[in-house]
T-cell receptor, first 112, second 112 residues
Framework: KQEVTQIPAALSVPEGENLVLNCSFT??????LQWFRQDPGKGLTSLLL?????REQTSGRLNASLDKSSGRSTLYIAASQPGDSATYLC???????????FGKGTTLSVSS | ETGVTQTPRHLVMGMTNKKSLKCEQH?????MYWYKQSAKKPLELMFV???????ENNSVPSRFSPECPNSSHLFLHLHTLQPEDSALYLC???????????FGQGTRLTVV
């Protein structure tokens, strides 16, 4: 059974810092990996999608990497801002390729 | 706004009530999903529909009954719920199971 773990569970940084969020998964047979952002009480916003054949994806200040063989992904946020404060969720497709399996998320707080 | 709309945004219901959650997407996607998000837990997949056909039921109690009349609409009918069913219920859609998922803003359900 696929399990997704995110470390750390919470992170507080001052504005301007570069930071890394970690995601690991137990079964390397994935189709893709997706990073989401969730603001309190709201739905999920897709940030980056990495196909299993890709190593990384970039969008603005965000860069996500994927090492499928070791079951790991990282989300790098450059020059963090208070507006980046949210919970970041990592998810991989299940073995049937029918739906996403989520980690518990990392709650990020960026202070000004 | 992600193109996936959920109503209502908030719902309070008694354990003997019957209510329905609605999800609508105008993205041309053919797969729709219900997820449950409880405090301190990862998002849990509940149901998957592909081209209006249910393809996955993740051992969800029968007090939750999904309905997918067409590829754009998805309902979750609720009856005789328990207080532990209180959670954020999220709807998502994709073009196919392996593609980028778009989520609605969720329905915050409280069972009293």
């Amino acid at each position: 059974k696929q399990e997704v773990t995110q470390i750390p569970a919470a992170l507080s940084v001052p504005e301007g810092e570069n930071l890394v969020l970690n995601c690991s998964f137990t079964d390397s047979a994935i189709y893709n990996l997706q990073w989401f952002r969730q603001d309190p009480g709201k739905g999920l916003t897709s940030l980056l999608l990495i196909q299993s054949s890709q190593r990384e994806q970039t969008s603005g200040r965000l860069n996500a990497s994927l090492d499928k063989s070791s079951g790991r992904s990282t989300l790098y946020i450059a020059a963090s801002q208070p507006g980046d404060s949210a919970t970041y969720l990592c998810a991989v497709t299940n073995q049937a390729g029918t739906a996403l399996i989520f980690g518990k998320g990392t709650t990020l707080s960026v202070s000004s | 706004e992600t193109g996936v709309t959920q109503t209502p945004r908030h719902l309070v219901m008694g354990m003997t009530n019957k209510k329905s959650l609605k999800c609508e997407q105008h993205l041309g996607h053919n797969a729709m999903y219900w997820y449950k998000q409880s405090a301190k837990k990862p998002l849990e997949l509940m149901f998957v529909y592909n081209f209006k056909e249910q393809t996955e039921n993740n051992s969800v109690p029968s007090r939750f009954s999904p309905e997918c009349p067409n590829s754009s609409h998805l309902f979750l009918h609720l009856h005789t719920l328990q207080p532990e069913d209180s959670a954020l219920y999220l709807c998502a859609s994709t073009i196919g199971g392996n593609t980028e998922a778009f989520f609605g803003q969720g329905t915050r359900l409280t069972v009293v």
